[in-house]
């Protein structure tokens, strides 16, 4: 039984290390301003094929996000974010969409 609970061990350590090693990682700036940005990029990230997590550091107003570079480019991750209302690294947000963001999550609405 010893034997048995090594060798799955084994297995799911090799399992989660290809899975991991076919990640990139990208960090980006964006303009969030509060808890309900963060909630809103990051949803929007999570549930985007191709990436495996997004996290939104509100200190920094910056986005860690893991994905597989081969179903996803980071020019798409961008637009992504842009699409959502906010800037990302040197693009700007979405117009359209920023206008339809609360007065909080828009830039200097929570200061």
Do not use: W
């Not at 010893?2 to 799911?12: N, P, R």
């Not at 399992?15 to 964006?30: E, G, N, P, R």
């Amino acid at each position: 039984m010893k034997t048995l609970k090594t060798i799955l061990a084994i297995a799911l350590v090799a399992a989660f290390t290809s899975v991991m090693a076919a990640a990139d990682t990208l960090k980006i700036k964006t303009s969030a301003q509060c808890g309900d940005c963060k909630e809103r990029i990051e949803n929007k990230l999570n549930f985007t094929k191709g990436i495996k997590n997004a996290k939104l550091d509100l200190s920094t107003k910056i986005v860690t996000v893991i994905f597989d570079p081969s179903k996803i480019k980071s020019e798409e991750i961008k637009s992504v974010i842009n699409k959502t209302g906010y800037d990302a690294d040197e693009m700007p947000a979405n117009e359209k969409t920023y206008n339809k963001l609360p007065k909080c999550c828009k830039k200097g609405g929570h200061e």
